[in-house]
């Protein structure tokens, strides 16, 4: 008994020390700059929150963490049972920081391994990758599995059939992202970066959660929901991995813990749950109901997952003699800044969910009601923050970058493949108002199109199809034009009218510079009191836009500084530049003012229906 006793306590010790060691061969590299939440990044414990939260099951594994990895040649042999050299901290990119790597290599190899739960026995196996820049190949226990191309997009594979006994299982991604070699989607990444052309360091590899879900045969494969306050009812439709007639959909609704409304219905057929007395959702109050969601055959529940939704509008409307836009059924003066999705120390992966959210917070905070979020598609979560606190979302699909005169032709199935991913995947959140096509002719082809394309996926919102539109067509319902560094109102028939870009207000803080001394914007400042008079004198041009020239919403560029540029009213480690209190008086008295006035204060009808600081 005491020699067993001996051997286990042995056993676990080696364990121990075995992951003990290996988290020593890992530390992070220093960047130029790390934000406060780089201290939090744990690599025992890696964005550990559900990456799926408008569709959530109770089991899951998370397979984030420290993974094997090597640089990679073209032609290499997969390196099937093979220990790799080095270690990266997954979801982290390759040429960040956090991943522990720091260098860019345009082909790359991963592995691990893992042990399925033996209560997961009897289930189909999903492996799902949140994202991965740019093309990957899965293996798992030597066998490919399948290849995707999209950096930007979620994939999964079902690998029940490549898994061997109950022993750990060897899971290999192989990485090739040509950036700029090739004409896919790759917004703002361009090697090596240039901070005259706007463009950053580049992102490879696995940059988003990896995870395994245990599913049944017959599963819920995805959902769409699409809010209908004029009528008060929510269309839903369940899509099954299984088409069978006789599968039936069960719906509950809850309003807090109160059910608010409870249906059946057929799956992968539309149908509606009548929502009475709806909340609707909007930045100053944004509520968001839950739905509990069952597949049944016969009494017998097959699969059953969580989500929520919100009960909101977006439309445009003429207004005087203009066409503005709409949020449940009012006129909105859509507000905020540009939102790179850029962060020092992590690239495209913020450091943590709670950094994540705060680069939410502080918009709220500062007075805006929405963010254009600029050439990148964030992690769902985002989106879940979006949703929760409350701002409207204008969406860009990533550019292929093909106004710069060395860049190879459009890869137009790849930039289309990509487009009908991003709109299925982020179809039901309310946050999102507004898709954006192209931005400023990066790429642009075919607009009137796509254009058409985007509204038979999605009726339900705005299309912008050009930010800083040349589009003489006037296909979509926004009609965008950018002016640096001051704000101007466009003019176009029928469309809602928006400033897409403006500012670039440059301001340079000691100690928060990426390169010392080589900060650039389209205008610079010495000091933050300056900043804050030309954000002043910019907001007051855009109100008499908004009261006289039928201005339905302008964008400040932008939220933070991004490598070289110093243009944020925070610096690239999220350090405010500004007085808050005095910007989010300005903001609100944009959003919120209705007749002109000299004064900063908000009209008192305009107190009562703004929205509250999330601090």
Known sequence: MKKTFVRIVLFYFLLSMSVFSFAQNWSPKKAPLMTQWASDVNPDNTLPEYPRPQMVRNDWLNLNGLWEFAFGEQGDRVPVGTPLSKKILVPFPVESALSGVMEHHDRVWYRRKFKVPSDWDGKQLLLHFGAVDWESEIYVNGKSVGIHRGGYDPFKYDITQYLQGKDEQELIVRVYDPTQIKGQPRGKQEIPPHANLIMYTPVTGIWQTVWLEPVPVTNIKGLRMVPDIDRSVLKLTVETSVVDEDITVKATVLNAQTIASKVKGKANIEFEIPISDARLWSPNDPFLYDIKIELKKGRTTLDEVSSYFGMRKISLGKVGKYQKILLNNEFSFNFGFLDQGYWPDGLYTAPTDEALKADIEIQKTLGCNMVRKHLKVEPQRWYYWADKLGILVWQDMPSCNSYISNDPPIEKAAFEQELVSMITTHLNSPSIVSWILYNEMQGQYDTKRLTQLISDLDPSRLINPASDNIDKDYAGHIFDKHSYPGPSCPSAPNMALVCGEYGSVGLSVHNHE??????????????????????????????????????????????????????????????????????????????????????????????????????
């Not at 010392?516 to 109100?543: C, F, R």
């Open 514 to 615: 990426w390169k010392k001394g080589e900060g650039v914007s389209m205008i610079m400042v010495p000091t933050a009191e300056d900043l804050t008079n030309t954000y002043e004198n910019y907001i007051n041009q855009l109100l008499d836009f908004k009261l006289n020239q039928g201005l339905s919403g302008a964008v400040f560029t932008q939220l933070t500084d991004v490598e070289q540029e110093v243009n944020g009213l925070l610096t690239y480690d999220r350090v405010l530049k500004v007085d808050v209190e005095k910007i989010r008086l300005l903001n609100e008295k944009l959003i919120y003012q209705t007749i002109i006035s000299t004064s900063d204060v908000l009209p008192n009808a305009a107190k009562k229906n703004k929205p509250g600081s999330v601090y």
